[in-house]
């Protein structure tokens, strides 16, 4: 039966996490060179299109048809049967769209390895086909009634492994694929804007309230814990990540305290509706280590998983992951119970679940980009590298002061709704030498 | 050699590049800076602080142009620049005693002449 | 009876709402020029005093009052019997509440067609007249119990015409009296921060959420319908505009993309509750195709309707108003059938009520400029126009650096709470001649 | 008993009190110049982490634990107790957690005082300390079951005293304390960003429809009457501002603007659920006055309370409590009557409620400062202050266009995961004489 | 003529600007520039990447004046742009062959006299 | 004493600091500007808006030498700057009469060598 409050809930709930996917757009742009700040952010606007319109179609249908244990079937192609009818408590149409938000914001993520040098067209083509051929099954597996859920008993409250694993795997072995940009290693990283890294981060753990709180799909208790650890576990890792960034550097950065808020959001999100607001800062304080230490650890690599979306997301995630598997109480509703309700074996579930989501992304990822490497460059050439994604990929500058800037126009459109007749027409620069004297 | 560094309002920049252009002189850098001068002050208030602005935008031209093109660039600059109000800028020709094109090596004159 | 969980619902949407007028500021004030960019912004900011101010006094009376067929009446007035008693599910002042939210946005979204040129005391004077003379009886007309939903029956969810139409005719009409800026088809118009285009559009999709979702007045499966339609609808018209875009240019353009979000908001707005998602992306990549090259084309025009209201939000309602009585189903809860369950009327009632809102609102918007013409000026003068309106009709800069700026201070008012007397007191700059010596 | 629909509006009021922080931080950090961006912002944000571990540890407890009428006990030290029972119509940990978002937000408010001076360790050490020692035991005189509540019956719906005049008090004191900035009267602070004041505005008043909102504990009719005021309130001052921003300067200021959307706001907190709309109006109108001339006026001082902490919030606070005292209805649900219902005894109760929090608040925070003064230094020094205290405090610039920025890479540290050998490495900039040869 | 470039600190911009007024120096054009000397450099962090900063922020002072203000303008800058920390800036003085007022087209030191 | 100004491409500064500093040129003050030369230009389109961008950003270095530096200094830029494509940039030598030291008054060449 179909409850009001519930659905009121998952509402605004599917609302905060597609908010989301513009935050990410901020978390990523800012943390760029503003030569590529425009395509940093269209790779997560676009998602919003590519994955809004490919999940009606057939990603949902895959994802959630009853299919078999690895994946679902075309039951539902084209939101087939996606009606106003419960599915628990909630529309099942709000299901769809909440569950749709997770795909495009997923997707989304996994731009952060390859800012800078994935020419557009192909990283449209890669978040549609990865999409379809590694988000969806995963999920299937999961919450889709697939093995990971059924067989392997792995818990993933709001997506430790659907979602951040998933993007870390996918983000590693792009950035792997596409190799690194040129000047990468010798020409320094640095954010153009430090407030729109902070910007992404507040929106971002705003909307995250949505991403774990409307997982519980219910406005009830369950909410009201995914709630709390997700307000908790954040200021615990950031608390960690500012003693350590103290310890490392003697000061506190901006940029390290917004990636310390991202890394205690995904540590907890497969935590979030299964475990104590006490284990809830433990595990956002346990986090920040691992990903605190992968990051200074990556910079020196060739690894140039740009926005370290392996490290934030991909490790955020095993150890949130790991850690449900020791803190999860059925007391407080878990499914299962973790190590501290003394069942170590959830532990192991936990841990295969991670190898399982992170083998199948990073080999199909790889698939993927290799098949569209064969039809589409996957890269843009060196001189756009250069002169910067924005320009080369989108003809548009981020920040442009109509300095220099000459009009083209095309002398027959002008004048066709010339309502001031008298007033000098545009004119068009010309150039050819008799206009030259 | 000279090195013409214009001082004009933003808005006449369009112009002066056409202008510019007309008389073959295709080569320059620009910047924006800000300029002090007789011009009217502007005065802005945020909360409780009031301030005088001394400084209006401007751009800069930096030309550098071997002799014949001398004239002719000033007066491309000053026919586009002007508007008749406080303000308008400045020209300075400054003697340059070495021009080095760094793509080629080329010197002087040469370095100055667009490529075709 | 109220329902709380509806109330909650709507209590949420008139938040999400309220957000969109911040919103519809950065979207707007990243595409205009740095020294226009603070003008721009407080043209919508402003709105939430004025229409924020009248709504309560008189806007809300004269759009939902009894009255007649054509406006409201007076009994309303100061929020008169404006209480918590039901109304529907939802308590009465939360309805007004709601709708006044609705108010705000759309006087500003006429800022668009005037920026760069228009005096802020006439702007302001225009939307609070605008606000009572067209917004108010056009409202009345179609959800006030007026002609446009009794008599015609034309089907307007949450806004098509009330809002976009209402708007992007006032906006034509207002470049149209005021004319075009000075430099207009001489200097292009560069955006002078693409970013917070993408984040006013991000914001405003948000927003959307409770627009469309809200306008259900219940936590039901109209509102997830509602809800969903609004999710897809853009995500169609994106993947649209992508295309065009690439043929267009080669390249996928983000203030192109920032601009088919808000189209695919706009056509699905009269339809979001009517239609089913398939319909739903149908309007969605329909509705680009005509606002898509009304840009195009209105940049090579006399007309400066400067951020191109007409194109984005009048056609993109004009679209969706008529696609709304194509695809409107009864089987969905929608009050009268659409062409697909074989009633081409309600095609015709559409358009009929477009032709209506449109005539009425151009040619009072016409008539209401005109008048405040009389009394103040429209315009800045040339030189202001140049200096660019921060500083001209606000006397500020939107990013300033200091420098240069030298302290007024009045000297008798320093140092009346001066309690650290040692430290040398704030000077007056003096330019005196004595001093000068 | 736990009511769902209640349930889901305090969830979704929580997330919004919490996105306030963010937006605080984008509020303040506008208003300050570009080298103390960072520094500012992060004072906000870092409010999330140490009063977001600190209140499940230690300040819930002292501000809701049984105590005495002063303050609290330890009984829910580590949220001992505080778990998904019912408290009211909500469990007892979304309360919890409400409450908590206002903890951070107001400790988060006090830093507007001390901006560009006060070094971060230091800031820290000081919001931790506050939240304890100030925040928490007021928090208990006036919602725990405290004095100000119980023996004195004065009103204060969402937090005027607790929050607005707490912090302002605080903010005027530490300004004091930490003495004004060394350039304070001979360089004008000028707004380095103000399209980001506007959006720390836009989201603070969103963000407000939760904490007044959400304040009502339930999705009710005083919610809604909550919501109402908190939209018409700044609508009104903002309509006063523009007045006396035009009466003073002849322009209407976005600065102002923005701040009058605070001020507002502010005012209408403590009454939002206690008076009519049009009281709203009223109290939103007149709490225009004083902040306008108290901002005028304190900038003409040596109090460099930057940020005017103290004129928005503390005066706008106690403007708010005192007329909550004038407006307050029994009819419309208040616990006491108002003036206007004839009991003039509740303006002297608001009155002292206020004169106490100000005391205990500003003595405290002298207190906590001088204390923390014998440990930390308080200030940064002169250079690093001329410097800015985003390179002093975090090491990090706001906008960085990475020119001159060379990489300092351990050697060793280099090739661990070098996947990509034939490419040149990273390069140590080597500045030694022999490698200059 | 001469064109004095100086670069100074930004935060003693004011103060120069007004002892520039003092000595009836009023016209000038200010840019933002970053300069490179002997001062520290700061180190930043962000993430696992640390640089080092080898530029700081500049103002450059272009002015020009006839030859009887040099020594004025010379001593107003360096009195007041100087803390007496590495970092104070230089001053260059650059030759000038012509200087023309663009509003009017007036020539060299008519040029650089600011209108009353 | 001779003002270098130098134009480059933002992507070579660091390049161009590095083997500045190794010749010893230790000061200097750079720029932000933009260029226009015979470089591609760039086609921009913003809504039904399309542009030709006339001007590339480019990098300005002022550096003041003592003569012996002049062609170490020349050299070391036109190496490092170049790419060999159209825009690498120009340089342009200027005399200059006088360089101060505002930190501690010295002039001219004492003026410009680096505090160790
Ligand atoms: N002596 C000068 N040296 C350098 N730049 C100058 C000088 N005088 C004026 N300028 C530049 O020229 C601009 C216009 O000068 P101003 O005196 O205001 O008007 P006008 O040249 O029309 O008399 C100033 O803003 C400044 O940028
Ligand atoms: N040779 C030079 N050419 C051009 N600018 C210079 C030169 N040397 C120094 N500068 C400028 O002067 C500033 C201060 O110089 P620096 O050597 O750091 O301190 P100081 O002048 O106090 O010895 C530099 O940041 C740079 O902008
Ligand atoms: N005559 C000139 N005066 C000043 N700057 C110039 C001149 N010519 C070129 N430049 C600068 O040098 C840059 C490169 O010049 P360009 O002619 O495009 O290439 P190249 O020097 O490789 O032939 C331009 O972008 C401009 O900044």
């Known amino acids: ?74 039951s539902m192609v084209l939101m087939n049967g996606v009606d106003l009818e419960a599915n628990g408590t909630i529309p099942h149409m709000l299901f769809f769209a909440f569950q749709g938000t997770f795909a495009i914001i997923t997707a989304a993520l996994v731009s952060g390895a390859v800012v800078g040098r994935m020419a557009f067209p192909a990283y449209m083509a890669f978040i549609g086909a990865w999409l379809v051929l590694v988000y969806a099954p995963v999920t299937h597996w999961v919450w889709g009634g697939g093995w990971v859920d059924h067989t392997l008993g792995a818990l993933d409250f709001a997506g430790g492994a659907v979602v951040h694993v998933n993007a870390g795997a996918a983000a590693l072995v792009a950035a792997y694929v596409l190799g690194p940009r040129k000047d990468y290693g010798r020409q320094a990283l640095l ?43 954040p200021a615990a890792t950031l608390l960690v990540w500012a003693i350590l960034d103290l310890m490392n550097t003697k000061r506190v950065t901006a940029v390290g305290l917004a990636t310390g808020v991202v890394v205690g959001l995904v540590s907890i999100t497969p935590a979030a509706g299964f475990v104590s607001p006490v284990s809830a800062l433990v595990i956002g304080a346990l986090a920040a280590v691992p990903s605190y230490f992968a990051l200074e650890w990556r910079a020196r690599t060739r690894l140039d998983d740009s926005l370290d979306v392996f490290a934030a ?20 509703g878990s499914p299962a119970a973790g ?47 250069r002169q910067g994604l924005d320009l080369a990929n989108h003809g548009e500058e981020a920040y442009s002061t109509g300095e220099g800037a000459l009009l083209l126009l095309d002398d027959e459109a002008v004048g066709v709704f010339d309502m001031d007749p008298d007033h000098d027409k545009p004119s068009r620069f010309v150039t050819t030498s008799e206009e030259a004297r | 050699m000279k090195l013409i560094k214009a001082v004009i309002r933003p808005d006449r920049l369009n112009d002066v590049l056409k202008a510019l252009y007309r008389v073959e002189v295709k080569g320059m850098t620009v910047s924006r800076v800000h300029g002090h001068g007789a011009e009217a002050e502007t005065v802005e208030t945020y909360r409780g602080t009031t301030v005088k602005m001394e400084l ?32 308008d800028g400045k020209i300075f020709v400054l003697p340059v005693e070495r021009v080095v094109r760094i793509r080629t090596g080329e010197v002087d004159s040469a370095a100055v002449t667009p490529v075709k």
Not at chain 1, 34 to 51: G, Q, Y
Not at chain 1, 349 to 359: E, G, H, M, T
Not at chain 2, 60 to 84: C, K, L
């Open chain 1, 1 to 74: 039966m179909i409850s009001a409050p519930d659905t009121a809930w998952v509402l605004i709930s599917t609302a905060l996490v597609l908010l989301m996917t513009p935050a990410l757009a901020f978390f990523y742009g800012g943390l760029v060179r503003s030569k590529n700040a425009l395509n940093t952010m269209m790779m997560s606007f676009i998602a919003m299109s590519v994955a809004g319109v490919l999940w009606p179609l057939v990603g949902y249908s895959l994802a959630f048809g009853e299919g078999n244990s690895f994946i679902g079937d075309f």
């Open chain 1, 191 to 233: 954010p153009h804007n430090v407030p729109f890294v902070l910007l992404g981060a507040g929106l971002l753990w705003f909307g995250w309230f949505g991403f774990n709180g409307g997982s519980a799909l219910a406005a009830d208790g369950i909410a009201v814990l995914a709630f709390t650890n997700t307000m908790l576990a």
């Open chain 1, 313 to 332: 997301h991909g490790l955020g995630g095993i150890v949130g992951a790991i850690l449900t598997g020791v803190f999860a109480q059925t007391s407080l």
């Open chain 1, 339 to 385: 190590l501290v309700e003394g069942n170590p074996g959830q532990v192991l579930s936990q841990a295969l679940s991670v190898i399982a989501v992170f083998a199948y992304s990073g080999i199909l990822t790889v698939g993927i980009l290799k098949a569209i490497g064969l039809v589409l460059p996957l890269r843009v050439d060196d001189k756009q590298e």
């Open chain 2, 56 to 87: 209006t935008e401007k751009i800069m031209i930096d030309v550098g142009v071997s002799e014949p093109y001398v004239e002719a660039t000033i007066d491309a600059i000053v026919e586009n620049a002007r508007t008749g109000d406080v303000g």
